[in-house]
């Protein structure tokens, strides 16, 4: 491939990945669409002029465009991540941290001879528009938890299953601002990377989780995703929204979880009846009581609790599978404030208010670390020295770890 195909794929990659269509990119290079085709097909070169357009068009870097290895240096993603987001020391202290420790897990990965341990299946594909983003992130859903055999259940620990399959995951305490959600880094020197906002409530913590976990399925070929308010229309971000919905809250969970509950039922239904007697059937019409079917605030509590999920996530879900109309819908979520106070009134956890401590924000990378660590350490792959250093950066006690690690040697 030429350097300007090479050029022309990323521009058009990068076009499709958000939605925006040739004429719209002619329209920011004031040139004919004709030309842009040329570009992407490597047949036309961009002036530097172009590209620095192209980029604020994009929201990348120029020498997004431009780098033949298809690699960038780390302190390049991680340069690119706070100009995208924020250019606050905190939130290049989480990703400094991040990229670190992902570091030490890698080379630990090296060492034990597991460099390629993600299984994820590869769902990438182009989005033709928005319908067609939603179509592909409930389907995708829907073949993630067939294979993980989730069924319908509600997924417990959500950060430990994702880092199950590879990925390392993490949320920062509070150092990201309050308009990023998330960020997905795939880069050669430390593999799949998951870091969401600590500093966001539970339910939206797990939602985070999800929506990353849907971009390492669709868009791995990004080094860099970062989930905020200023790219939230983009189309793989839509596609992301929706594999995490579909995900935690499967349509037939949700739906059977509302028959339980007594609601969901069509207001008539023909029950057939076959007759011994007459050899024949015998057809009855059943009909609930006048406002028995009524979704209520205490049930989209009752669901959003019983999936891990926001009041409204859970609002919009239902309202999604066609159990709610438009004025129904606007009313319960103008009921927030009461289910969350049905929930505490009857004494259940709160799943919208705690924030985690600094041991949770980084539980499942620390434990993906340690146990690489230890296991190193038992094949004499790292030394005592090295596995004091992992124990102190994850902040566990060096002599606690060691302890540990010598049980785990053979006799």
Not at 205 to 227: C, I, K, N, V, W
Not at 277 to 292: L, V
Request: proline share 4%.
């Amino acid at each position: 491939m030429t350097a300007a195909e090479l050029i022309g794929s990323r521009i058009r990659n990068a076009r499709e990945r958000r939605g925006i269509s040739q004429q719209t990119v002619a329209d920011v290079l004031g040139t004919p669409r004709t030309a842009i085709t040329g570009i992407e097909a490597g047949t036309r070169a961009v002036s530097t002029l172009e590209l620095t357009k192209l980029g604020a068009l994009f929201n990348l870097p120029p020498a997004a465009f431009l780098d033949e290895s298809g690699v960038s240096d780390l302190a390049v993603v991680r340069a690119r991540a706070l100009s995208e987001a924020t250019s606050s020391p905190e939130f290049g202290r989480a990703i400094d941290r991040m990229i670190d420790l992902c570091r030490e897990g890698a080379e630990l990965r090296r060492l034990l001879d597991q460099e390629n341990p993600v299984s994820l299946p590869n769902y990438a594909r182009r989005i033709v528009n928005p319908g067609d983003a939603v179509r592909q992130g409930e389907a995708r859903a829907r073949d993630e938890r067939r294979r993980l055999g989730l069924g319908n259940v509600p997924i417990g620990n959500l950060a430990a299953l994702i880092g199950d399959q590879g990925v390392w995951v993490a949320s920062a305490a509070e150092e990201f601002p309050s308009n990023v959600s998330g960020l997905f880094l795939n880069h050669p020197a430390i593999g799949m990377a998951i870091l969401i906002n600590g500093g966001h409530d539970p339910v939206r913590r797990r939602f985070s989780y999800a929506h990353e976990y849907g971009h390492a399925l669709f868009d791995r070929q990004d080094e860099l995703r970062l989930t905020q308010e200023l790219n939230s229309t983009e189309l793989v971000e839509k596609r992301a929204n929706a594999f995490a919905a579909g995900f935690l809250m499967p349509a037939g969970g949700v739906l059977d979880q509302l028959r339980l509950l007594g609601k969901g039922q069509p207001s008539r239904r023909a029950q057939v009846v076959y007759s011994v007697a007459t050899d024949s059937n015998d057809e009855a019409e059943i009909r609930p009581r006048t406002g028995s079917q009524v979704i209520t605030f205490q049930d989209i509590a009752v669901l959003a609790r019983h999936f891990g999920v926001s009041y409204d996530a859970m609002v919009w879900r239902v309202r999604n599978l066609d159990q709610l109309d438009k004025p129904s819908t606007t009313a319960l979520l103008e009921r927030k404030d009461a289910g969350r106070r049905y929930l505490k009134m009857l004494g259940l956890p709160d799943l919208f208010e705690r924030k985690p401590t600094s041991n949770e924000s980084e539980r499942e990378l620390r434990s993906q670390l340690v146990r690489l660590a230890i296991e190193a350490y038992r094949r004499e792959e790292i030394s005592q020295g090295r596995l004091r250093e992992i124990g102190r950066k994850v902040d566990l006690r060096a002599t606690d770890l060691v302890e540990l690690a010598e049980t785990a040697k053979p006799a």
